[in-house]
């Protein structure tokens, strides 16, 4: 099969998986085999991609002309490429993930749920494999759109408040920003393709490209920067699949991953540098960062906690963005990868956590590792890489950050980043310290108790509380494997990105 | 031979078939009788397109009278485009309407509908084909009185139509007189009516005063009849309290209609380079299209009922037809254009969504299409596509509209405009999305005996979604006709 039509089929598997999905609809079983089978697929399709990427020249497709000159194209390059290896590698860990939780809380509408998540993933990988600037928009627009069912998924009134927010703001932001964005570029430059070393030297003055970084960065929504980060905790009352996956992989890093292409590829490193265009960006993104963190030392409920240590994690790639030299962008692309992997197993954790006692407050949740051992560790692991240590993949992206900020010299930076490890440190690891070492067995003489009504003899309850189903607790180890194996093959990681951080 | 009459073809087809339709007793005859008429005018408005592209505009004598003493018919790319929006609008509203008539009119008065809408359509085209200024008026009066009887046919289910109807009259007839005042200023000052003669004929009287009160005149006029802010009260009545299927035509055709006369008066009687014309764009057409675009938007909001949500939507896409119009540029022009179509497929789409739930449900409110979405999938998944057209969404012909008036905007350097505008499209999420909830997110009524629409509105329904999806892809095509319009508007070589 030639590179393009992989491409092509990269989009129409998972479209096609949508469509078998509603018609198998009526019966579970068969409904997750095509599922799994297409998560499967499409992640064959993705790696093939991939090798054919290694070897030789970049596959690309032209789609269709939608104006004249406005392309939907597809053609792959190192960063997208690896965004979609990441978010079709861990569809399928995720799907395995749903079963059990989906199940386990015997969720309503299934169907729709994994029809949306598979249009999702399409558009996902679309914005992965965008040419330009027009495609990306079409494919984080379906995307936007697609996941707002998921959000809204349990239709309770404050369901329906959090989809109404997210989708204000994704779409406020996109529509009302970036598309301004976008045809500024378009009228100033006649082209949106995506071109190594940026489109717009000498096509937009030095005093303008600030104004315009801004359209774009505060346009795309799905980067989380303060002050448009609101949507990502209110998408939190999504089911924790969908967290998981969307709101800690697909969704979000699709914005990063649009701020990373607009300041390599339309900006370019170069110009930004050259003008200081972002350099507000770069203090933007270290607030973010410290009060992203903040704020998530006060949540006590530990969705909305990771959320809030999303909207930091999410901010040392626009730092990096910001930064605007070759390591930067290597650090901030690596964060991409890893911060996936390391977010995701918190996500599954805290699922598998509801899913086995319906807890969803820190403070109730003492000594449940010593009850869920498994999920523990792996939330543990995963908390080491988000905090960047070894050996986890999580620490090479705050690595080559750290070297980013010595080489442009922003000191200030530097301590920021090491403030911000510290901060990491207080808001994750007492939930792992206070899962295996705090409280008796015996319960609390308050909260989950009472909450749960008069049940069994008090020493029993704890020891009621076993591991949630396998389908819930397998896949967060796998993922927390996968962050100890990012640290010992970051190197091929490395050499995957490369290319970009070249002039 | 029959190609070369094609131009009054388009006209006298419908006309004829009009008082025939009157004769019918039963109405299905004269459905029918409709149908085949309203497919022949759009096939013939798809020859003149074709012809047009290929060969240049054509002109048409009346009875062989040579053209500044007869009657010309003056077809160029730009009016054939609107031929055949209007014609193609037409057609497509009949399979439709049949159903939602029978429902909604009383027996004895539906074979009158057909003629009352074939004498519309007759209209609406005439007055876009005609080159002669005073022709342009009879047909602009033609269709607004049938118009006025199809809103008041309304009365067989809410007496309000009557009121509706009455209001449009009143403020169509002004608006019609005004229109006609300034024909008669012109023509007292040229002795002409031929719309190129009249171009030729004006040049060294710009600064005649009795030509800048026809400007105004024939401004006001039009600008009526479009439905500018703040001359848009009649629109929101009319438009819900219409039968169905009328509000489906009206709302994708009528104001099209206008629309073209403005472009034609302003720039090929008056021209571009008529000396307040740049004063009229920037002072009147440029404000009046932004509050058209956030007060309609804004009271769109506010609304309970959904055909006058829709109808404040229109007022406020009318806004952006005027504002594209107001950059005086080839792609302000093209957004205006391009737009004439495209809204039409968006609000053709959506009205027939809400016809078909008036047809299950009784009326078109937030109350009565709570849980919709599950009771009649396919007809609100109709409306979600076209709601994302109207909000501009890409891949939707809303999406391009939206690329041409924001680019022209940032090309006239007046990037404030651009962002006014993606702001007033965000409007359009609030009042698309709060159906969008209701239909989807709440519960159907217990006792909810709502079943899906029948086909005969559903296709017809789903062919406008396809062409708003299919043009939303490959927009090669009404973008090519569109930007060929605005640079033969202007003057401007190919």
Not at chain 2, 307 to 316: N, P, T, W
Not at chain 2, 347 to 353: P, Q, Y
Not at chain 2, 434 to 440: G, H, Q, T, W
Request: aromatic letters at 10%; one cysteine or more.
């Amino acid at each position: 099969m030639s590179g393009s039509t992989l491409l092509v089929l990269s989009l129409l598997m998972p479209l096609a998986g949508a469509v078998l999905i509603g018609l198998a609809g009526r019966s579970p079983n068969l409904r997750e085999a095509v599922t799994m089978t297409t998560a499967a697929a499409l992640f064959a399709i993705v790696i093939a991609l991939l090798m054919r990427f290694n070897a030789g020249p970049a596959p690309e497709v032209m789609l269709q002309e939608v104006m004249p000159g406005l392309k939907l194209a597809l053609k792959i390059e190192p960063l997208g490429m690896m965004f979609a290896v990441i978010a079709s590698g861990l569809w399928i860990v995720n799907s395995i993930y749903s079963i059990g939780y989906m199940r386990g809380n015997k969720e309503k509408n299934q169907t729709r749920f994994y029809i949306c998540f598979a249009i999702a993933i399409m558009s996902a990988i679309g914005v992965a494999f965008s040419a330009n600037m027009f495609t990306l928009f079409v494919f984080y627009e379906v995307l936007s759109i697609s996941t707002y069912p998921l959000v809204a998924h349990k239709q309770t009134p404050e369901a329906k408040a959090s989809g109404r927010t997210y989708l204000g703001l994704l779409l406020g932001t996109s529509i009302g920003l970036m598309m301004v964005a976008i045809i500024w570029t378009w009228v100033a430059t006649g082209t949106l393709d995506f071109t190594k070393g940026g489109i717009l030297e000498g096509k937009v003055s030095g005093a303008l490209a600030p104004l315009l970084l801004a359209l774009y960065v505060c346009g795309i929504g799905k980067a989380a920067l303060m002050p448009v980060h609101r949507w990502l905790p209110a998408a939190m009352v999504a089911p924790t699949p969908v967290s998981a996956l969307l709101h800690a992989v697909a969704v979000v890093k699709a914005g990063v991953f649009t701020v990373m292409k607009v300041a390599v590829y339309i900006f370019g490193v170069d110009f930004l540098a050259k003008t200081g265009a972002a350099t507000w960006l770069m203090w933007l993104a270290a607030f973010s960062l410290l009060a992203a963190s903040i704020v998530a030392l006060g949540k006590s409920n530990l969705k909305a906690r990771l959320a809030y240590s999303t909207v930091s994690q999410l901010s040392y790639v626009t730092l990096g963005a910001a930064l605007a030299t070759s390591m930067g962008v290597m650090g901030g692309s690596m964060q991409i990868a890893m911060h996936a992997m390391g977010k995701i197993t918190l996500f599954f954790c805290a699922g598998a956590i509801y899913t086995a006692t319906h807890k969803t407050e820190i403070p109730d949740m003492d000594g449940l590792g010593r009850a869920m051992p498994f999920t523990y560790g792996a939330f543990l692991i995963g908390a080491l890489s988000i905090i960047g240590l070894p050996p986890m993949g999580g620490s090479w992206s705050k690595w080559y950050l750290l070297i980013a900020t010595a080489d442009t010299g922003q000191l200030v930076m530097m301590l920021v980043l090491m403030v911000s490890s510290l901060l990491n440190v207080a808001y994750l690891l007492p939930i792992v310290g206070r899962g295996f070492f705090a409280g008796s067995d015996a319960p609390p003489a308050h909260g989950a108790v009472h909450a749960a009504g008069a049940a069994p003899a008090p020493d029993t309850r704890l020891r009621a509380i076993k591991e949630a189903p396998l389908f819930c607790v397998l896949p967060p180890c796998l993922t927390a494997a996968g962050c100890i194996a990012l640290f010992f093959y970051a190197d091929s990681l490395y050499r995957l990105l490369e290319p970009i951080t070249r002039p | 031979m029959i190609s070369a009459h094609l131009p009054i073809l388009q006209v006298i087809v419908p006309l004829i078939a009009a008082p025939l339709s009157a004769f019918c007793r039963r109405a299905g005859v004269a459905w029918y009788l409709s149908l085949v008429i309203c497919a022949v005018s759009f096939a013939i408005s798809i020859a003149l397109l074709i012809q047009v592209l290929e060969e240049g505009h054509i002109s048409y004598l009346l009875g062989s009278w040579a053209a500044p003493w007869g009657i010309e018919y003056r077809v160029d790319v730009v009016n054939a485009f609107v031929l055949m929006i209007i014609s193609g609008i037409g057609t497509a509203v009949l399979p439709y309407a049949r159903t939602s008539i029978a429902a909604e009119i009383e027996p004895h008065n539906q074979a009158l509908f057909y003629t009352a809408y074939l004498l519309c359509l007759t209209g609406l085209l005439g007055m876009v084909i005609t080159g002669d200024a005073f022709n342009a008026f009879v047909f602009l009066e033609i269709s607004s009185l049938s118009t006025y009887a199809l809103v008041a046919l309304g009365a067989g289910t809410d007496r309000r139509a009557l009121s509706a109807a009455y209001t449009y009259l009143v403020m169509g007839t002004i608006g019609a007189t005004f229109f006609v005042i300034g024909i008669g200023l012109v023509y007292m000052m040229t002795g002409t009516l031929n719309m190129a003669d009249l171009a030729a004929r004006l040049q060294g009287l710009e600064h005649n005063r009795t030509v800048l009160v026809a400007f105004a005149f024939i401004v006001t006029g039009i600008g009526l009849k479009l439905a500018l802010f703040p001359m848009h009260l009649w629109l929101p009545n009319a438009y819900a309290f219409a039968p169905s299927a009328v509000t489906v035509f009206l709302a994708a055709t009528a104001t099209k209609a206008a629309v073209y006369l403005l472009l034609r008066f302003l720039f090929t009687v008056f021209g571009i380079d008529y000396h307040i014309l740049g004063l009229t764009m920037t002072w009147l057409f440029t404000p009046l299209a932004l509050a058209a675009m956030f007060a309609a938007s804004t009271v769109a909001i506010f609304q309970v009922e959904l055909k006058r949500m829709l109808a404040y939507s229109s007022v406020a896409q009318i806004g952006y037809m005027v504002l594209g119009m107001s950059f005086l540029s080839v792609t302000g022009l093209t957004a205006t254009i391009i737009h004439l179509f495209n809204h039409a497929l968006m609000k053709g789409a959506l009205f027939m969504v809400l016809g078909a739930i008036v047809l299950r449900q009784g009326a078109a409110t937030f109350n009565t299409i709570r849980g919709l979405g599950r009771k009649m999938p396919w007809t609100m998944a109709a409306f979600v596509t076209g709601g994302l057209s109207l909000i501009g969404v890409p891949l939707t012909v809303g999406f391009v509209s939206k690329w041409y008036l924001v680019a022209a905007a940032l090309e006239s350097g007046r990037w404030p405009l651009a962002v006014l505008i993606v702001l007033s499209s965000l409007l359009a999420v609030i009042y698309v999305w709060r159906v969008v909830e209701a239909a989807y997110l709440e519960e159907p009524p217990a006792d909810s005996k709502a079943t899906e629409a029948p086909l005969s509105m559903l296709v017809p329904t789903w062919i406008l979604i396809a062409a708003n999806i299919y043009f939303g892809v490959d927009a090669g095509l009404t973008s090519r006709i569109a930007s060929a319009g605005a640079r033969l508007l202007l003057g401007v070589a190919q």
